[in-house]
């Protein structure tokens, strides 16, 4: 019989989410949990419930099979979880979740065929998830969230449509909105609740949503814009509990995985290699990558991530053959190598001038008539989307090819003037929960697919391949870093390492 201590924390958790126990179902529980240690109970109690909510029951009352039935599903998810160290996650299976305001959580979007062009519908739902993505993460920040005995003087976020109905001037105003030129010269702010004319003449400082000031006459004058807070993913996790939003097979993140975790931590000297333009019709790249597979094959990394574009030739109609044979070149090199080939992925992101696909953002896989041959030659290679995410054991890294950091310099409103540029530009990112917060029309955005975007929670490391120079910085316990060209910048690469989190900036200076 299970200890009345553990009956009684069950009951009481299931009771604080809503649910009553049958006394069987609360047996069952208990004696499945009794033989755990008190960290994880917890971890385990959370993941249980959150399975019982997910499984939309007619009523609060949760008999023995809704308990069964969590229970299977959660021991098997955390051994398929186990066993799949390595996984890469196009932009196209990325799970979609629809944050629910009365709940404050978020929850499975409804089942949907999502094709690359949709209706309208799908663009305004774009703007509005990203609102209240920031506007939850705000409201969650320590200047915003009201004490228990509102002992404290909190700021307050107010909607657009509470300025346009007050006659009356407004003083210490704050809103959250986006910021948008719907004219030339005039800038405005818009939420869900409507638009209002932005005034920038004592703007102290430069961002894109949330304005502090003072309204009268229909006109909202900004005294101070600056970026939303970022979150970390500690506190990110915190609300949203054992939910996986990061993609994959399972339904529980991966943090709460212990056997993944010894897992890394046994083999805390491997490396993910990243790369990008990797121009593979180009003959001192192929010496490079000779020189970099010598280099690893006494102690093969984990991955190779290989970021387009892998041609130098502009496109053309020859572009498609020409890469398939500079794959084959490739596979030929990689075959020489027999212990990278056995012990390490070779993962592909296509880049913007790759063969098959238009410059829109989610871009699919190259083609397989282009890279069938290659796979055959090369069991581990991973065709992928861009953007893509990467989980290695409990570590989450998200992989973009884009030339961003020069469209956001070009389309900022005020450059910044003081600081590291790769700070402000991680702070962007991170800030806004988005890896291209540009307008639709800098840089094109499958409007179904804009949720693979989403940097929430954040990930333990954000690659951009962009042609600026190689850069690594932070924000909100999240690492943002640049390879640089490959082809272009000194035969330049980064090499993270999961276990201890740490980002080398390397170069390849000799040939074998």
Not at 97 to 108: A, H, I, S, T, V
Not at 196 to 221: P, R, S
Not at 415 to 422: A, D, F, L, R, V
Not at 468 to 489: I, L
């Amino acid at each position: 019989m299970a200890d009345k201590i553990v009956r009684r924390k069950v009951s009481s958790a299931f009771k604080l989410h809503g649910f009553t126990l049958r006394s069987e179902s609360c047996t069952y529980l208990a004696e499945q949990l009794e033989p755990l240690d008190e960290s994880e109970f917890e971890v385990w109690l959370a993941k249980l419930i959150d399975h019982i909510q997910s499984q939309r029951l007619p009523s609060n009352v949760v008999e023995l099979n809704a308990v069964e039935l969590a229970v299977r599903d959660c021991a098997n998810e955390q051994q398929q979880a186990a066993e799949d160290v390595f996984c890469v996650i196009s932009a196209f299976d990325v799970p979609r979740f629809k944050f629910n305001p009365d709940l404050k959580k978020y929850e499975d979007a409804p089942k949907k065929e999502h094709s690359l062009f949709d209706s309208a519908d799908a663009k305004a739902q774009l703007f509005w998830d990203r609102y209240t993505l920031i506007k939850q993460i705000t409201e969650r920040h320590p200047l915003f969230k009201p004490s228990a005995d509102n002992s404290e003087e909190k700021f307050k976020i107010y909607p657009i449509e509470h300025l346009l109905s007050c006659p009356r001037r407004l003083n210490k105003i704050i809103a959250l909105g986006l910021f948008s030129q719907l004219k030339i010269g005039m800038y405005h702010l818009e939420d869900p609740t409507g638009i209002v004319q932005l005034d920038l003449t004592d703007a102290a400082e430069n961002c894109i949503v949330l304005a502090e000031g003072w309204y009268e006459d229909k006109i909202f004058h900004a005294k101070a814009i600056g970026f939303p807070p970022a979150e970390t993913a500690e506190v990110s996790r915190a609300y949203l509990g054992s939910l996986n939003m990061f993609g994959g097979d399972s339904r529980l993140a991966c943090k709460t995985n212990k056997s993944l975790l010894k897992t890394m931590r046994d083999n805390k000297d491997r490396l993910i290699v990243f790369l990008s333009d990797v121009w593979l019709d180009q003959d001192n790249v192929m010496r490079k990558l000779q020189t970099l597979f010598e280099g690893f094959v006494s102690y093969p990394p984990i991955a190779f991530i290989f970021m387009g574009n892998f041609l130098s030739s502009k496109p053309g109609s020859a572009q498609a053959e020409q890469l398939k044979f500079n794959l084959r070149s490739l596979a030929d090199l990689i075959a020489s190598h027999p212990n990278l080939r056995q012990f390490s992925k070779f993962v592909f992101v296509p880049g913007l001038q790759d063969p098959a696909c238009p410059n829109i953002l989610p871009r699919p896989p190259l083609p397989k008539s282009i890279t069938e041959d290659f796979e055959a030659r090369v069991p581990n290679a991973i065709f992928t989307s861009n953007p893509c995410r990467i989980r290695y054991c409990t570590q989450e890294i998200v992989v973009m090819r884009e030339d961003i950091m020069s469209k956001l310099c070009r389309n900022t409103i005020h450059y910044p003037t003081t600081g590291n540029i790769y700070e402000h530009f991680a702070k962007t990112l991170l800030s806004q929960a988005n890896l291209c917060p540009l307008p639709l029309s800098v840089r094109p955005v499958y409007w179904s697919f804009a949720h693979a975007m989403q940097l929430h929670p954040a990930p333990d490391l954000v690659v951009i391949g962009d042609t600026v120079n190689t850069f690594k910085s932070s924000h909100a316990d999240c690492q943002v870093a640049n390879p640089g060209s490959f082809a272009k910048n000194n035969f330049m690469f980064i090499a993270y390492c999961p276990s201890t989190k740490q980002v080398d900036e390397s170069e390849i200076t000799e040939d074998i």
